[in-house]
């Protein structure tokens, strides 16, 4: 994650300022996202497309939640699904482009 990707999502997240170990822990959560998103279907488009804006939302919201809820929990709490995250996804998924086994460019 370059430094400006970092302050985005730091700001998104109202992180003013990490510990060295916090600072880990944001980058395996940012890493963990991007897997998560990648393993739904969804390629990391590329940088400055409208896809690209989607993407990096949801990988904000993933990380937001993740940083939200990487304390213990009681047993009491359930997870409550974002609307507006599942929204996105759905719609990254829906226009994922097709990539044949001999395109060699990548996705876009």
């Not at 600072?23 to 488009?45: H, T």
């Not at 409550?80 to 829906?94: G, I, S, T, Y």
């Amino acid at each position: 994650m370059d430094a400006k990707r970092k302050a985005a999502l730091m700001a998104y997240c109202r992180i003013d300022e990490l510990t060295a170990e916090e600072e880990r822990l944001l980058e395996a959560m940012y890493d963990a996202a991007i897997a998560y998103l990648q393993q739904s279907g969804v390629a990391e488009p590329n940088a400055g497309t409208k896809r690209a804006a989607q993407f990096d939302q949801c990988v904000n919201a993933l990380v937001l939640d993740a940083w939200d809820h990487r304390g213990s929990q009681s047993s009491d709490r359930t997870f409550v699904e974002n609307p507006a995250f599942r929204q996105r996804l759905n719609q990254l998924k829906l226009t994922e482009p097709a990539v044949s086994d001999s395109d060699t460019a990548g996705r876009g």
